[in-house]
């Protein structure tokens, strides 16, 4: 058979595929069954990409009947599926109690808390454990009422720095407390740099936030300055029932805007999943009149998000409600959108966040770059893309290295942090390390820099 009547069928199987992928989600958050597989596409297949993108449990519901029994898939790909599905169950149960034991020590040690993520989005889907989640995020912190009505953290107070402890020395505290109370709850650190703390408890994870988004994912790339100005106090985006210490809530209005800007942040970087569009649809379905309102509009519109918003809500729409002939409905920029969230996995992918580090693929957001992450702010001039990539790996601007290198962050010390992060590399993640020079390598040979 001629190689390019192969290529040809095997690009129809992969769009058959990929629309039945979407049949399936479609009729999982409809609450109904699907239709039958296509002839040319086997279970392993479908199996295979909604593991990549975190859906095996949303779709197992909407499996056709007998899809599971014997005549259907085999039985061994049959209990890999059944024990996905039964493990997010699980682990959603399991992260309800975990979290409401947690919480209840921060409260009584003073600190606040605020649910995030896909806490609050697994709580919309048709039925529990559908929606899987790798961790649980809670921004933590120590807050007080700002003078207007509203929240800010302790510390930020005109008079801050003066005879009472500023915003970083409570922070300090709520670090110390959060540690103390993650370990006795037999949780493990994993990481306590950056903008949140990591802790592991298998498999269980909580990331727990001292901010939502820092200077250095500016510096990355991945975020706006705007963006960092915008949550720098989370606390006047929420309410809390009584006074703090408590549980605040973001509105839905804010929730849906922090949920837009989160997406954001995966697509500048190596991009998302299909399981982000099942969460953008139920937002749109749950809440139309919050994600339509002018409020959202217009916050959206500082962070320089409408257009993508716009593009992320019209496909979601169309897949979910449309499966069929989507296509039909949307424009090829939105098109182009889904073969980008196709392209990857949950997270997007390695080969994706190398051409967007490089500026050679930016999509919905090509107007908004900034940051070191971004060409424009790229200081080696014209030199190859391959070349400059390394460099900016290797020698990694200021609010990085401060931020989660802090202890090579002086002047000297940064002048040995690439022989560091080299040798670390090469102990702990040698395989991904070498597929990662090979993909800059084959990305950047064909371009220069500015």
Not at 16 to 39: C, N
Not at 228 to 255: H, I, M, Q, S
Request: charged share 25%.
């Amino acid at each position: 058979m001629p190689f390019r009547v192969v290529e040809e069928l095997l690009t129809e199987v992969s769009t058959e595929l990929e629309e039945y992928a979407v049949t399936l989600m479609s009729a999982a958050l409809h609450g109904v069954r699907a239709g039958a597989k296509p002839d040319r596409v086997t279970w392993e297949q479908v199996y295979r990409l909604a593991d990549r993108h975190s859906i095996l449990p949303m779709i197992l519901p909407a499996l056709p009947d007998g899809a599971l029994a014997s005549g259907g898939m085999p039985a061994e790909l049959a209990e890999r599926w059944r024990h996905s599905a039964d493990m997010t169950l699980y682990q959603q149960v399991s992260y309800d109690i975990e979290r409401e034991a947690i919480t209840a020590d921060l409260r009584k040690a003073g600190l606040s808390w605020m649910p995030l993520k896909g806490i609050m989005v697994a709580g919309y889907y048709p039925q529990p454990g559908m929606r899987s989640m790798s961790d649980q995020d809670i921004v933590v912190g120590y807050v007080e009422p700002d003078g207007a009505g509203g929240w800010r953290p302790r510390g930020d107070g005109a008079d801050a720095g003066g005879a009472g402890e500023g915003r970083k020395g409570w922070a300090r505290k709520a670090d110390e407390h959060v540690d103390r109370i993650m370990k006795a709850h037999g949780y493990e650190a994993a990481s306590t740099v950056g903008r949140d703390s990591s802790y592991f408890k298998p498999p269980l994870h909580f990331e727990i936030h001292r901010s939502l988004i820092s200077a250095a994912e500016v510096a990355a790339g991945s975020a706006k300055t705007a963006e960092v100005d915008y949550y720098a106090n989370p606390w006047r985006l929420a309410t809390c029932k009584g006074v703090p210490p408590c549980e605040f809530r973001f509105g839905v209005r804010d929730e849906y805007v922090f949920h837009i800007d989160h997406m954001s942040k995966h697509y500048r970087g190596s991009g998302f999943g299909l399981r982000f569009l099942a969460d953008e649809y139920l937002y749109c379905v749950r809440f139309p009149e919050e994600v339509g309102s002018e409020y959202v509009a217009e916050q959206l519109g500082y962070l320089g998000l409408g257009g993508f918003e716009r593009a992320v809500r019209e496909l979601s729409v169309a897949l979910m409600e449309h499966p069929g002939s989507w296509r039909s409905l949307v424009g090829p920029e939105v098109r182009e959108l889904f073969g980008d969230v196709l392209s990857g996995g949950i997270y997007g992918s390695m080969e994706r966040k190398i051409a967007r580090t490089m500026g050679r693929e930016q999509g919905l957001l090509a107007t908004e770059p900034e940051g070191a992450g971004s060409r424009s702010a790229t200081p080696h001039g014209r030199v190859p893309r391959f070349v400059d990539y390394l460099w900016r790996r290797l020698f990694p601007p200021r609010a990085i290295v401060e931020t989660y290198y802090p202890t090579w962050s002086n002047p000297l010390a940064r002048l040995l942090l690439p022989l560091h992060r080299a040798a670390l590399a090469l102990r702990e993640h040698p395989k991904r390390l070498a597929q990662e020079i090979v993909l800059a390598w084959r990305q950047g040979r064909n371009g220069r820099g500015r």
